[in-house]
């Protein structure tokens, strides 16, 4: 199954970290957030990718271009007859990944529209290139295909701003989360899943944002369903994110990578 990946934004509001790069380019550790995220879908067996490129969009292909020298040792021999030898396994060997330019200034449902010819008439998983989560993609693909909707969204509790405490009667406190996620209601994951009857709710057109008029279309007609995910999910759009996204992972403890 192919995984649509929208990675063409401005990433306006995490300029402060990084402002020569796309946002999916950030790295989490020695990688970009947009591979950590394309690693998680392959290790559950979704291994062709279709990334729609905008802002900044030849960074990316670079990358992808140079990703063995990313990832792997290779010794280089100068002089003639020289060349590059990699070593190791390479995890991505089997990957098939095609870059698309869906435009600078498009927004997010033009952009889905204009890979149609690279996903054709098939079911596909759609997500953006800007947040991790572990979740398990095996039981939202079952989950979709049980209820046979157009689209199946991820359903999370965001994480909370501020710490959390919880009292008794006397004024005690009986727990204290210094960042728990919000135990009210849910918002988008960005974890879709979709059936390619969800091409007819979008177009070529710049403007079009794929989460207010084609989302409200497709709710209207009955056919979104939302798949609740209680783990961990955690969006890269600030600096104080990008930061704890980092922590997380130097410290060993990057619930995305388990």
Not at 65 to 77: K, N, P, V, Y
């Amino acid at each position: 199954m192919k995984v649509v990946i929208l990675a063409g934004g401005y990433g306006t509001r995490i300029r402060d970290v990084q402002d020569d790069i796309p946002k999916p380019m950030i790295p989490i550790g020695p990688y970009p957030i947009l591979f950590h995220i394309m690693r998680h879908y392959a290790r559950f067996g979704h291994k062709e990718f279709v990334v729609c490129l905008g802002y900044k969009g030849q960074v990316i292909k670079d990358f992808f271009l140079g990703l063995e020298a990313h990832t792997r040792d290779m010794t280089i021999s100068f002089g003639n007859g020289g060349g590059i030898e990699f070593h190791g396994d390479h995890f991505e060997s089997d990957w098939k990944i095609t870059l698309a330019d869906t435009g600078l200034k498009t927004m997010t449902g033009g952009r889905i529209s204009r890979i149609r010819k690279y996903v054709g008439d098939e079911e596909f998983m759609l997500t953006y290139g800007d947040g991790v989560s572990d979740i398990d993609l095996d039981k939202l693909l079952a989950f979709h295909r049980a209820h046979g909707k157009v689209l199946t969204v991820t359903g999370v509790r965001p994480p909370a701003r501020f710490g959390e405490m919880v009292g008794n009667e006397d004024g005690t406190i009986a727990a204290f989360n210094e960042k728990p996620q919000a135990t009210g209601g849910r918002i988008s994951g960005g974890f879709f899943v979709a059936g390619p009857r969800l091409f007819d709710y979008v177009s070529d057109d710049v403007d079009l944002v794929f989460e207010q008029q084609p989302i409200r279309e497709v709710v209207a007609a009955g056919e979104l369903v939302m798949y609740p995910h209680d783990g961990f999910w955690q969006p890269m759009d600030t600096s104080r994110e990008y930061q704890l996204l980092n922590g997380l992972y130097d410290a060993g403890n990057a619930p995305w990578l388990q």
